[in-house]
């Protein structure tokens, strides 16, 4: 029993001790380790949570985008139908300006050909030459007559 008690006594002394002192280190050790997850833990929730707030930026700011190219594209597409507009405007009014010289043009060139061809048509109905008539008030008495009917009937 003696020899237990001393073995006892130096292990409690020298062994004892030093297995305190392992456990020990292995609780701080533990302890650290899950004080370091738990940091972890807390810091990615943060960048989690940075990360969430980013994206929802983002989607407000392409959202912002989209609503601006849509307004940008809707105000193109009314300048360009109105410059459209302007130019088939400009362009009718400019074939209307054409046809009515053309119009004119065409209507003095066939007064000048039906008066020649009355001239010659009365000259052989009367058997001479009426020249000097095609250069008469009668001709232009005919045309204004003939001008006042179509504008009466246009009307």
């Known amino acids: 029993m003696v020899t237990f008690a001393v073995v006892f006594a130096c292990m409690a002394r020298v062994l004892l001790p030093r297995i305190n002192n392992v456990l020990d280190e292995r609780r701080d050790a533990t302890e650290g380790q899950v004080e370091r997850a738990e940091q972890l833990s807390r ?78 048509l009365a000259g052989r109905l009367v058997g001479e030459p009426l020249e000097g008539v095609a250069d008469s008030e009668v001709v232009d008495r005919f045309f204004a007559d003939l001008d006042a009917r179509s504008a009466a009937g246009s009307h």
């Open 43 to 120: 810091e990615a929730g943060e960048v989690l949570a940075r990360y969430r707030e980013e994206i929802a930026a983002a989607r407000h700011e392409a959202a912002r985008l989209r609503q601006e190219a849509l307004e940008q594209g809707t105000e193109l597409i009314a300048g360009i139908r109105a410059e459209g507009l302007r130019e088939r405007e400009a362009m009718v009014v400019e074939a209307q300006a054409r046809l009515a010289a053309d119009r004119a043009i065409a209507e003095t060139e066939l007064r000048g050909d039906i008066v020649s061809l009355a001239t010659e």
